[in-house]
């Protein structure tokens, strides 16, 4: 929860009731990193009481609310995430966020049942959305970001690995789903590098900074890392990859990798020679931003 932002503090001053909830199991195979014991939670509604039920019994909300899948939420700059909220699937999963002139409130109680801080959080939203009347979003989400390879990772160990996002113990997975794994990660990927669960793991795990999204012969996305990103030794999604590039095409002007992956992360523009890519990089530097969710590319020129 970013407790800094201004939904929690303007144009009232909202005292949030947090405490402290021991983190639901099912968050460590939906989670990009490890996930904490223990989680501060903010309380936004109290269920009704049960008719006829006894004093200070709870009836769970018919309807629980929603939340959205939060990886790769803030790879654009009009996105911001700004909580999450107790739900079936994992940590990142977002309650609480806005995506241009789109808020996603994924409260669903009756506004009586607010406590006053939610309250006064739901009338600061309405505020501070105001100021994004008329914004369309940068770009839409057209494949999933690299952070669901680890729920892909999980389904494919037949959900024995309990937190695929950490390099751990997996003697559990004594063997795994050879064919999920071939869906989400192709076959080319898994032959090489599949022969055990483990193996497979530690290859994404390992070069998660060089995965991309590209189509099988199937038709179906997959996850993949891709060679010339590794080869270039630099994250496809921050901005050393530029400089990496910059410094490999100086030094060789017939360097095939430079051109390949210019093409391939930055497919609006055409660069011929190093000084096109030095140009635009001084022009632009301040304003790019990498997104995986809409399409595993460079924006913001």
């Known amino acids: 929860m970013r407790l800094d932002h201004p939904i929690f503090h303007t144009p009232h001053e909202a005292s949030l009731e947090l405490t402290e909830i021991a983190a639901p199991a099912h968050y460590a195979h939906y989670a990009a990193a ?16 049960l008719p006829h039920a006894e004093p200070g019994a709870a009836q769970p909300l018919t309807h629980v609310g929603l939340v959205s899948d939060g990886f790769g939420f803030t790879d654009t700059p009009d996105c911001e995430w700004i909580s999450s909220g107790v739900n079936s699937k994992g940590p990142q999963s977002l309650a609480l966020g806005r995506q241009a002139n789109f808020f996603l409130w994924g409260f669903a109680a009756d506004p009586g049942l607010f406590t006053d801080s939610a309250k006064a959080v739901f009338t600061n939203t309405i505020c501070w959305m105001q100021k994004f009347a008329g914004h369309k979003a940068l770009v839409a989400k057209v494949v999933s970001p690299r952070e669901w390879v680890f729920v892909q990772l999980w389904v494919a160990s037949k959900q024995k690995d309990t937190a695929p996002a950490v390099d751990g113990d997996v003697r559990a997975v004594t063997e795994y789903d050879k064919a999920a794994a071939e869906r989400y990660f192709g076959t080319e990927a898994v032959a090489e590098h599949g022969g055990e669960y483990q193996a497979l793991k530690a290859w994404y795990l390992d070069h998660f900074e060089a995965i991309t999204s590209q189509r099988a012969e199937t038709g179906r996305r997959c996850h993949v890392v891709d ?7 630099a994250s496809n999604r921050k901005l050393e990859f530029f400089d990496r590039v910059l410094a490999r095409w100086k030094a060789d ?4 990798l430079c051109k390949r992956v210019l093409a391939r992360y930055v497919p609006q523009r055409t660069f011929a020679r190093p000084a096109d890519l030095e140009a635009w990089l001084v022009a632009n530097r301040a304003r790019l931003h990498f ?3 809409g399409g595993y590319r460079w924006i913001g020129d």
Do not use: M, Q, R, Y
């Open 34 to 49: 490890a996930v904490p014991v223990k989680l501060s939670a903010w309380k936004v509604f109290v269920p009704p009481a």
């Open 291 to 293: 997104t995986d969710s």
């Open 253 to 256: 002007a017939g360097d095939a």
């Open 227 to 233: 060679a010339d990103v590794v080869a270039l030794g």
